[in-house]
T-cell receptor, first 116, second 116 residues
Framework: GDSVTQMEGPVTLSEEAFLTINCTYT??????LFWYVQYPGEGLQLLLK?????DKGSNKGFEATYRKETTSFHLEKGSVQVSDSAVYFC???????????????FGQGTILTVHP | ETGVTQSPTHLIKTRGQQVTLRCSSQ?????VSWYQQALGQGPQFIFQ???????GRGNFPPRFSGLQFPNYSSELNVNALELDDSALYLC???????????????FGPGTRLTVT
């Protein structure tokens, strides 16, 4: 079945440091890939997405590229801020099985803490 | 545009009891998905409702059941609560690609259930 593996955390960085959170996946066909962010006490917010190989999703300075050859979707940001402290989830959605069934499969999450 | 709302925010139940959680979908969305997020884990898909019918189910026992109403709001019911049911329950709404939507899921803030 589908699965998502994220790098183990937590990750602690100083402000303005470079961020990479690794994500690899296993899925049949050509899934869509997502990064969600969860701030303390809140639900999930979509950060960025990519729907086909070599697509690059980007938002708020974060980027991730859909690499089909390595089945990866690593999240990067060139200069993190204290406000980026949150839990980050990589997820996939299988595009098999019709247009209305949109189950998301999530990784275990990576806690990011950014210090001033 | 009103986002996804969930109620209650928190609740505490005793093992063996039954609980009902509620979700109002985002305006224009006709599909609702439910996820269980245990502490320190990624969300796990419970089921999805589309046009008032269950449309896909994850690896959860039958004591997890749901409903979707004509206004697309939804309920998650859990019978015979167990300690391991303690989690954050997330609801997400979407509009299928086949209906002119993007199939992207927008999450509510969640209901924190504690079973003692």
């Amino acid at each position: 079945g589908d699965s998502v593996t994220q790098m183990e955390g937590p990750v602690t960085l100083s402000e303005e440091a470079f961020l990479t959170i690794n994500c690899t996946y296993t899925a049949t066909g050509y899934p869509s890939l997502f990064w969600y962010v969860q701030y303390p006490g809140e639900g999930l917010q979509l950060l960025l997405k990519a729907t086909k190989a070599d697509d690059k999703g980007s938002n708020k300075g974060f980027e991730a590229t859909y690499r089909k050859e390595t089945t990866s979707f690593h999240l990067e940001k060139g200069s993190v801020q204290v406000s980026d402290s949150a839990v980050y989830f990589c997820a996939l959605r299988s595009n098999a099985g019709g247009t209305s069934y949109g189950k998301l499969t999530f990784g275990q999450g990576t806690i990011l803490t950014v210090h001033p | 545009e009103t986002g996804v709302t969930q109620s209650p925010t928190h609740l505490i139940k005793t093992r063996g009891q039954q609980v009902t959680l509620r979700c109002s979908s985002q305006s224009g969305h006709n599909t609702v998905s439910w996820y269980q997020q245990a502490l320190g884990q990624g969300p796990q898909f419970i089921f999805q409702y589309y046009r008032e019918e269950e449309n896909g189910r994850g690896n959860f026992p039958p004591r997890f059941s749901g409903l979707q109403f004509p206004n697309y709001s939804s309920e998650l019911n859990v019978n015979a609560l167990e300690l391991d049911d303690s989690a954050l329950y997330l609801c997400a709404s979407s509009s299928p690609r086949g209906a002119g939507g993007t199939n992207e899921q927008y999450f509510g803030p969640g209901t924190r259930l504690t079973v003692t």
